[in-house]
């Protein structure tokens, strides 16, 4: 069974920076897509980023595209998402979430971490 570990949430001035991590065991994520997701208070999930395990292929949604990076770290099994240049909008619960590259549905998702960007 997978399990995955965010970490790295916190609170930060706008314009700050801020890095998360989501270690994964329990299976090797080859084959799989990694993806951060987040959910501000009286709003909907929306997904992040993504990066697909084997390749390592990136995609951002337009508001956060230039502003954080996600990667990836075989050794540890981890992936991180870097956020840059953050903004109060980008105040949430970040989650990470797994699923096999074939499939458009996540199946595996971590626990969430608190990001909170101050005006």
């Known amino acids: 069974q997978l399990q995955l570990v965010e970490s790295g949430g916190g609170l930060v001035q706008a314009g700050g920076s801020l890095r998360l991590s989501c270690a994964a065991s329990?299976?090797?994520?080859?084959?799989?897509?990694v993806g951060w997701f987040r959910q501000a208070p009286g709003k909907e999930r929306e997904f992040v980023a993504h990066?697909?395990?084997?390749?390592?292929?990136?995609y951002y949604t337009d508001s956060v595209r230039g502003r954080f990076t996600i990667s990836r770290d075989y050794a540890k099994n981890t992936v991180y998402l870097q956020m840059n240049s953050l903004k109060p909008e980008d105040t949430a619960v970040y989650y990470c979430?797994?699923?096999?590259?074939?499939?458009?549905?996540?199946?595996?998702w971590g626990q969430g971490t608190q990001v909170t960007v101050s005006s």
């Open positions: 329990g299976r090797t994520l080859s084959s799989c897509a």
């Open positions: 979430a797994v699923r096999p590259v074939v499939r458009a549905t996540y199946e595996y």
């Open positions: 990066i697909r395990w084997t390749d390592g292929s990136t």
